[in-house]
């Protein structure tokens, strides 16, 4: 298979390197020579010499995306993504097939896969599929993360704000703020000085693997990571800024702390009370090295603003009142951060109501802040107009199984599709209270994937039916019970003489008036194709001999009157053929026929044509 270069430089694929790949071919030489183009932009490359490998390796591996071949051993390129589709139907799947292969481009449609390129390979398409797969993957990533992070910290700071100041409150928050980063460990520190004036660093409270560790204000465990005072970190931390990253983005003087507590990345972020530096959060993932976003930080800083509201002062009554006006804040930061998500988020009860919404949402649904509108009321009711919720919905599924999920829907008085996910939420004690829905519209890509159904089934010239499609039809009316069935041939007389004479924009005014006319010969729910550079073919469904005959004979009645032309003048004129079957496995013959009939119709013509020249 020969592979058609590419230009420019690999900084445009960043995208690429935040996926993993799975690529099969059975061609040794193009598997390597694609292989040495994608291992270094991409994540991880896994690669296989036949269907039934890349399918092992996909359940082994499990991933981001599917880059497969059609044909090959054990099993077929179509066969692997119709597995991986019933397995994983998010996975994207991008098929790799030769220019012909009409049959495939419409499994592949039907299959509903990502993309479908052709022999010979252009790697700058490849690379173009690729890097819109990886930015909706990323997108996808982003929202889920989105409703993570928002689910975890609402439920901290409002767990906050209707609790008494107590150790049970702190506790949960400590916990939320854990699971809302994915963090395995997470330790609550405190500043303070010692005797002598210098400042020390003592441990408070931590949770390891959802599990409390050490309880606030109840001592150190002898087992219990110590960490020494670090001028840098109480210099960042008391600016309002956060610490984070892998163990390899830490100074070396510092990686032997990290390396004592067994911690491959850590976030530090600090917690004030009363514009003082009281401590910090110390968030661990104890198994990889790996970078902290923006939104995981941003989140847990926020949800810290509300842990500092309580630290030193838990069992003082007359501070509560304090505390909870610093809470307030804190919530009022959250919905700060709440609304600047441009997607549609809503926190939603066990009962379908709606008990927080962003600004994007409100917009959309035309909900306001205050008056009549303002009363939220089910979710089903906005978004749908509906007295229930609808079939499929994905908050009915989540009550269900207490799982997260994801679907797309179009939204009709919105005139959008959107894409959804719904993450659970907890409490304490672990109960179903809701859920987080975050809808991202996808109208766009929507629009663009039925262009390409669109482009793969028609001519771009005449829009009618293309090649592809027609022989796709004929295959599925072959196995079917439709009958009888007609085929009309049509060649378009003139065509290479108007090219030879006039130029080809001239020919194909003339191709796309001969399109116009089948129009008007044919009804509505016949199949017309332009099946080649001057041949059309038009399947027409339970149409007899008889029938068959009175469109024949019209179809020449209105080619005889010589009354349709091109926008340049020039006559329609086709030789026609036709053929009836009443066995649907028979249709080819019927084909075959009506080709035979257009070609002695043509044959016929030049002669009496020629006779006419003669007379004349």
């Given at each position: 298979?020969?592979?058609?270069?590419?230009?420019?430089?690999?900084?445009?694929?960043?995208?690429?390197?935040?996926?993993?790949?799975?690529?099969?071919?059975?061609?040794?030489?193009?598997?390597?020579?694609?292989?040495?183009?994608?291992?270094?932009?991409?994540?991880?490359?896994?690669?296989?010499?036949?269907?039934?490998?890349?399918?092992?390796?996909?359940?082994?591996?499990?991933?981001?995306?599917?880059?497969?071949?059609?044909?090959?051993?054990?099993?077929?390129?179509?066969?692997?993504?119709?597995?991986?589709?019933?397995?994983?139907?998010?996975?994207?799947?991008?098929?790799?097939?030769?220019?012909?292969?009409?049959?495939?481009?419409?499994?592949?449609?039907?299959?509903?896969?990502?993309?479908?390129?052709?022999?010979?390979?252009?790697?700058?398409?490849?690379?173009?599929?690729?890097?819109?797969?990886?930015?909706?993957?990323?997108?996808?990533?982003?929202?889920?993360?989105?409703?993570?992070?928002?689910?975890?910290?609402?439920?901290?700071?409002?767990?906050?704000?209707?609790?008494?100041?107590?150790?049970?409150?702190?506790?949960?928050?400590?916990?939320?703020?854990?699971?809302?980063?994915?963090?395995?460990?997470?330790?609550?520190?405190?500043?303070?000085?010692?005797?002598?004036?210098?400042?020390?660093?003592?441990?408070?409270?931590?949770f390891a693997g959802g599990e409390m560790?050490?309880?606030?204000?109840?001592?150190?465990?002898?087992?219990?990571?110590?960490?020494?005072?670090?001028?840098?970190?109480?210099?960042?931390?008391?600016?309002?800024?956060?610490?984070?990253?892998?163990?390899?983005?830490?100074?070396?003087?510092?990686?032997?702390?990290?390396?004592?507590?067994?911690?491959?990345?850590?976030?530090?972020?600090?917690?004030?009370?009363?514009?003082?530096?009281?401590?910090?959060?110390?968030?661990?993932?104890?198994?990889?090295e790996r970078p902290w976003s923006d939104?995981?930080?941003?989140?847990?800083?926020?949800?810290?603003?509300?842990?500092?509201?309580?630290?030193?002062?838990?069992?003082?009554?007359?501070?509560?009142?304090?505390?909870?006006?610093?809470?307030?804040?804190?919530?009022?930061?959250?919905?700060?951060?709440?609304?600047?998500?441009?997607?549609?988020?809503?926190?939603?009860?066990?009962?379908?109501?709606?008990?927080?919404?962003?600004?994007?949402?409100?917009?959309?649904?035309?909900?306001?802040?205050?008056?009549?509108?303002?009363?939220?009321?089910?979710?089903?009711?906005?978004?749908?107009?509906?007295?229930?919720?609808?079939?499929?919905?994905?908050?009915?599924?989540?009550?269900?199984?207490?799982?997260?999920?994801?679907?797309?829907?179009?939204?009709?008085?919105?005139?959008?599709?959107?894409?959804?996910?719904?993450?659970?939420?907890?409490?304490?004690?672990?109960?179903?209270?809701?859920?987080?829905?975050?809808?991202?519209?996808?109208?766009?890509?929507?629009?663009?994937?039925?262009?390409?159904?669109?482009?793969?089934?028609?001519?771009?010239?005449?829009?009618?039916?293309?090649?592809?499609?027609?022989?796709a039809e004929i295959e599925q009316l072959?196995?079917?019970?439709?009958?009888?069935?007609?085929?009309?041939?049509?060649?378009?007389?003139?065509?290479?003489?108007?090219?030879?004479?006039?130029?080809?924009?001239?020919?194909?005014?003339?191709?796309?008036?001969?399109?116009?006319?089948?129009?008007?010969?044919?009804?509505?729910?016949?199949?017309?194709?332009?099946?080649?550079?001057?041949?059309?073919?038009?399947?027409?469904?339970?149409?007899?001999?008889?029938?068959?005959?009175?469109?024949?004979?019209?179809?020449?009645?209105?080619?005889?009157?010589?009354?349709?032309?091109?926008?340049?003048?020039?006559?329609?004129?086709?030789?026609?053929?036709?053929?009836?079957?009443?066995?649907?496995?028979?249709?080819?013959?019927?084909?075959?026929?009506?080709?035979?009939?257009?070609?002695?119709?043509?044959?016929?013509?030049?002669?009496?044509?020629?006779?006419?020249?003669?007379?004349?």
């Open positions: 298979m020969a592979v058609h270069p590419i230009t420019g430089d690999s900084s445009s694929l960043v995208e690429l390197r935040e996926i993993s790949i799975l690529f099969a071919e059975d061609d040794t030489s193009v598997r390597t020579h694609i292989s040495r183009m994608l291992t270094p932009v991409c994540g991880e490359l896994y690669t296989a010499e036949n269907g039934r490998v890349a399918l092992d390796l996909f359940r082994k591996k499990m991933p981001d995306l599917v880059l497969t071949d059609i044909t090959m051993p054990a099993m077929t390129g179509l066969d692997l993504a119709r597995q991986i589709k019933l397995e994983r139907p998010a996975v994207p799947v991008i098929i790799i097939s030769s220019h012909d292969d009409s049959e495939h481009l419409l499994q592949a449609i039907n299959l509903h896969l990502d993309g479908y390129l052709t022999k010979p390979l252009n790697v700058q398409k490849l690379f173009a599929n690729l890097q819109q797969q990886a930015m909706l993957l990323r997108a996808r990533r982003l929202a889920s993360q989105q409703s993570r992070l928002l689910s975890g910290v609402n439920m901290a700071i409002q767990y906050l704000l209707s609790a008494d100041a107590n150790q049970d409150a702190v506790d949960f928050a400590l916990q939320e703020m854990a699971k809302a980063a994915r963090a395995d460990k997470i330790f609550l520190y405190h500043y303070q000085n010692a005797v002598l004036g210098d400042r020390e660093v003592s441990l408070i409270s931590g560790v050490l309880r606030f204000l109840d001592g150190a465990e002898p087992d219990m990571p110590e960490l020494p005072y670090l001028e840098r970190w109480y210099g960042l931390l008391s600016q309002g800024k956060s610490i984070s990253g892998p163990r390899s983005a830490f100074p070396s003087e510092e990686r032997h702390i990290l390396d004592t507590m067994r911690v491959r990345s850590m976030l530090l972020t600090p917690i004030f009370e009363e514009g003082n530096l009281w401590g910090f959060a110390c968030l661990c993932d104890m198994k990889r939104a995981e930080t941003s989140v847990v800083m926020t949800a810290a603003r509300g842990l500092g509201s309580f630290m030193g002062r838990l069992k003082l009554e007359e501070e509560r009142l304090e505390a909870r006006k610093s809470l307030e804040l804190a919530n009022t930061q959250w919905r700060e951060t709440f609304d600047t998500i441009p997607d549609m988020v809503m926190v939603l009860d066990t009962s379908h109501q709606i008990v927080h919404i962003n600004k994007a949402a409100r917009e959309r649904l035309n909900i306001g802040e205050s008056g009549p509108q303002s009363l939220i009321g089910p979710c089903f009711q906005h978004v749908h107009g509906a007295s229930h919720p609808l079939q499929g919905c994905p908050h009915s599924a989540l009550l269900k199984d207490h799982q997260p999920h994801e679907t797309e829907v179009h939204i009709p008085h919105m005139n959008s599709y959107f894409h959804i996910t719904v993450n659970p939420t907890f409490d304490g004690d672990g109960n179903l209270v809701g859920a987080v829905h975050v809808a991202r519209d996808v109208t766009k890509r929507r629009e663009m994937e039925d262009r390409l159904r669109y482009l793969s089934t028609h001519d771009e010239m005449t829009k009618l039916y293309n090649r592809a499609f027609f022989e072959e196995k079917g019970r439709v009958a009888p069935l007609s085929v009309v041939i049509a060649d378009l007389d003139g065509l290479k003489e108007a090219n030879d004479r006039f130029g080809h924009d001239v020919g194909d005014g003339l191709i796309r008036a001969a399109a116009d006319l089948l129009r008007e010969i044919f009804r509505a729910g016949d199949a017309i194709a332009r099946i080649g550079g001057d041949e059309f073919a038009v399947i027409l469904k339970g149409v007899g001999e008889e029938l068959l005959a009175t469109i024949m004979e019209r179809a020449r009645q209105m080619l005889e009157e010589g009354g349709h032309q091109s926008e340049h003048g020039l006559k329609v004129r086709f030789s026609l053929g036709s053929a009836t079957t009443g066995f649907p496995a028979r249709l080819q013959d019927a084909i075959r026929e009506a080709d035979m009939a257009m070609y002695e119709d043509k044959k016929a013509r030049k002669l009496k044509e020629n006779e006419l020249s003669e007379f004349a």
